[in-house]
């Protein structure tokens, strides 16, 4: 049936309209709200009390999720169904974190993936031992680079060996230069993570870096001794150079923005230890399992699912913002970019059929008390309704119990801010307070005014340790598998980012004069490229 069409839909649309959802008033009917509307699995808290919805809200929400059959799409994931359609594969990347079979189903494969496992954790080991890799080069992107990126920066405190990751994704030859000219090839490891070995972006950078040991390594020495490779194409890892013991698998049904756990975790494996790096993986794994087993009502993945689509849906939130109030973590909101909006950003259902309505939302983040300074203005003030997810520890991770406690305090500012906002009374006895006249309080007394009722949903950790991270951002990866069983699409799929990808084959045969395009560009690229390799004419000249 038509999402449109349920009659769980049609009554969460009327309940829409029969209040204003004001979240004062909220609490003061209810002053115990806070203290109910949140929930807890191990060392992480989802408080939900400062959202526009009531218990109603909640019942219909989770009534929409029955009407789409979410519990038995959870139970297909798990058991391993082909919930990548498209592909016609599964979407077991949670064996990439789990100990044990996560059902009988996946008994014979889970004990593969353990086996690779602990040739990549014997790999770890015995470059710690041997202690000559100081530096290492993680080449890769998209979900390789981002899941790497924020999990290396969140656990650097963690990181038991002098071993710098360098990370590499993009082919502007700057960044390149940037990150190859203090390097010593005969302390560097360079990582080739690749799914497929085939991505341009990768296989330039790879080649570069390859070209760069030969230079600079003595004569006879062989680079390929200074590479591996994680790929779920390991014969094409073999045909530029590298052994079958230097190339660690990758599952064809891992996708890359959820590949952080699998061998493409190496990086973070080597900087931080193989402990730390299993406790990352454990936390998302206790994930996992709370997702798989938790009924509806109780299941954190699907409570946050829920909210995001209650507030597209129901209240016209186009983007949803992400703050973490913990220093380390000021990439994970990029990574939760691309996990969300990837998986979301579809506009097809399972039949085939174009969807009518918006499929996910715009997500978007920094760390958060530099956010204070750059676009909160327009979420206090601003007339866009943005709802925002508050990321924050109760313990430090450092030693600076009163840096914390200002930390701490910043991010519950920005939430009780948000909802109550400020009148123009208050403004106005705020002004008085400093001394100012009644003409002039009353011309400045509205630009102080807050409208408030802005929801904040706050996820607290403990401590922002490798545990509690894994859990984190298992958290938001299920969230997205909600969300894409309420729409009937496809979350594991990226077709729209290949096409441009296609396109710019012909594009680059064009622009560098190196063969005929087999599809010429538009005419509108075609002025473009004539004008840049005018310019390049012109500079060379």
């Known amino acids: ?61 989770f009534q929409l999720a029955r009407d789409c ?34 059902n009988p189903q996946t008994a014979a494969l889970q004990e593969a993936v353990l086996a690779e496992d602990q040739r990549l954790m014997d790999f770890v080991d015995s470059v710690h031992q041997a ?12 979900g390789p680079f981002l899941g790497c ?55 330039a950078n790879a080649q570069a870096v390859w070209q760069w040991m030969q230079q600079k390594l003595p004569q006879g020495e062989n680079p390929a001794d200074h590479f591996v490779a994680v790929t779920a194409n390991t014969q094409a890892a073999i045909e530029m150079g590298l052994s079958a013991h230097q190339v660690f698998k990758v599952w064809p049904w891992v996708g ?3 590949s952080l756990y699998s061998a493409m975790g190496l990086p973070i494996a080597l900087a931080c230890g193989t402990t730390i ?27 946050l699912g829920l909210i995001t689509l209650w507030y597209s849906h129901f209240w016209g939130a186009h983007s949803r913002l992400t703050l973490p109030y913990i220093d380390h973590c000021d990439a994970l909101p990029s990574y939760i970019q691309q996990v969300e909006m990837e998986s979301l950003g579809k506009g097809i259902t399972r039949l085939g ?22 676009f909160a203005q327009l979420l206090m003030q601003g007339t866009h309704f943005v709802p925002v997810d508050i990321i924050m520890s109760c313990l430090p991770t450092h030693g600076n119990h009163d840096f914390h406690q200002r930390l701490v305090a910043h991010a519950l500012a920005q939430g009780e801010a948000r909802m109550l906002g400020q009148d123009l009374n208050a403004a106005k006895a705020l002004l008085a307070e400093k001394g100012l006249e009644a003409e002039r309080i009353n011309t400045l007394a509205p630009h ?33 598998y909600v969300q894409s069983v309420l729409y009937d699409i496809n979350a594991f799929d990226q077709w729209g980012v290949e096409f441009a990808k296609h396109l710019s084959t012909d594009i680059l045969a064009q622009l560098s004069a190196k063969g005929e395009p087999h599809h010429p560009p538009h005419p509108s690229t075609q002025t473009l490229i004539q004008h840049i390799q005018s310019q390049q004419i012109r500079h060379t000249t």
């Open 1 to 61: 049936m038509h999402l449109t069409d349920r009659v769980s839909w049609k009554a969460l649309k009327a309940h829409r309209l029969e209040q204003s959802f004001d979240l004062a008033s909220l609490f003061a009917r209810d002053p115990h709200r806070a203290e109910k509307l949140f929930l807890q699995q191990g060392n992480l808290r989802v408080d939900y009390s400062k959202n526009r919805l009531t218990e109603k809200t909640t019942a219909l929400l």
């Open 69 to 102: 059959e979410l519990e038995n799409h959870i139970s297909a994931l798990f058991e391993g169904l082909p919930v990548n359609f498209t592909e016609n594969r599964p979407a077991l990347h949670m064996m990439t974190r789990a100990v044990q079979p996560l």
């Open 131 to 142: 202690g000559m890799i100081k530096n290492v080069i993680h080449i890769g992107i998209g």
């Open 149 to 203: 990126t924020w999990a290396y920066e969140a656990l650097q405190m963690y990181a038991r060996y002098n071993i710098t990751v360098h990370f590499l994704s993009t082919l502007d030859a700057t960044r390149l230069a940037k990150t190859l000219g203090p390097l010593d090839p005969h302390t560097t490891l360079a990582i080739i993570a690749s799914k497929s070995f085939t991505t341009e972006e990768t296989k």
């Open 256 to 258: 890359g923005r959820y």
């Open 277 to 303: 790096f299993r406790e990352l993986r454990q936390g998302a794994a206790t994930m996992d399992e709370h997702f798989y087993k938790t009924p509806l009502e109780h299941n954190m993945p699907v409570l």
């Open 353 to 374: 059929t174009p969807v009518d309505y918006p499929t996910g939302v715009l997500t978007w983040g920094a760390a958060a008390t530099q956010g204070q300074h750059t």
């Open 448 to 480: 102080l005014v807050m409208p408030g009722n802005l929801p904040s949903t706050f996820i607290v950790l403990q401590q922002a340790n490798a545990q509690a991270l894994g859990m984190l951002s298992a958290l938001y990866e299920h969230s997205v």
